[in-house]
């Protein structure tokens, strides 16, 4: 079946300090891969949309300076927060899928991020 | 504006009742409707998706209703069990390959009476 790693699942990072998080796809080659950022007051915030051989594109408020990411082969993407604050904690969430069109969305566990 | 809207907030049932979660959306270029199942500390985890060329999709105990007139589907989960506790998101995508875009609603926490 299709799965979808996440590491680490919590990490916690001194404000104005950085830390990277890594998807890895099992079972499936994740040509498509979406980061989003889950917290309780914004339930799900798509930070950027990932394709291989193509551009990431980052959604408004987010931007590559803050959270480059890295989606090198069809199996692997990595995201870093860079100069994380409070405003930045909450739980971090690849989802993969194939480039199938309408394919179904597959979601890790979440790298949860704390600032302190 | 919220494109995808959820209700009721949380919801609470009797084991063995059904209780039904709904969601509605506004851009009527959705085409595609999972919905996920989260749990206290994990991912959402895919339960069970609906096209909008379909106006019902039914996996075990868990049934999507879609009506895409009014632009509303709801999700009814018969016989409701202990395991079943959890936050429920609709979710919506856009149509074309490669989009991997999904708007959220803001989740229904459904949890049973003990």
């Known amino acids: 079946g299709a799965l979808v790693y996440q590491y680490p699942r919590r990490t916690i990072c001194k404000s104005g300090t950085s830390m990277r998080m890594e998807c890895q796809a099992v079972?499936?080659?994740?040509?498509?891969v979406a980061w989003y950022r889950q917290s309780p007051q914004k339930t799900f915030e798509l930070i950027a949309l990932?394709?291989?051989?193509?551009?990431?594109?980052?959604e408004q408020n987010f931007t590559q300076e803050k959270f480059p990411i890295s989606h090198p082969n069809l199996s692997f993407s990595s995201m870093t927060v860079l100069n994380a604050y409070l405003e930045d904690r909450g739980l971090y969430l690849c989802?993969?899928?194939?480039?199938?069109?309408?394919?179904?969305?597959?979601f890790g566990k979440g790298t949860r991020l704390t600032v302190v | 504006q919220q494109q995808v809207r959820q209700s009721p907030q949380s919801l609470t049932v009797w084991e063995g009742e059904t209780a039904i979660l709904n969601c509605s959306y506004e851009?009527?270029?959705?085409?595609?409707f999972p919905w996920y199942q989260q749990f206290p500390g994990e991912g959402p985890a895919l339960l069970i998706s609906?096209?909008?060329?379909?106006d019902k999709k039914e996996d075990g105990r868990f049934t999507i209703f879609f009506n895409k007139r009014e632009k509303k589907l709801s999700l009814h989960i018969t016989d409701s069990q202990p395991g079943d506790s959890a936050t429920y998101f609709c979710?919506?995508?856009?149509?074309?390959?490669?989009?991997?875009?999904?708007?959220f609603g803001k989740g229904t926490k459904f949890s049973l009476i003990p």
């Open positions: 989802g993969a899928r194939t480039g199938t069109a309408n394919t179904e969305v597959f």
């Open positions: 079972g499936f080659q994740a040509t498509s």
């Open positions: 990932s394709t291989v051989n193509s551009a990431i594109k980052y």
């Open positions: 851009d009527s270029t959705f085409n595609y």
């Open positions: 609906i096209r909008s060329v379909s």
């Open positions: 979710a919506a995508r856009e149509p074309g390959t490669g989009s991997n875009r999904l708007t």
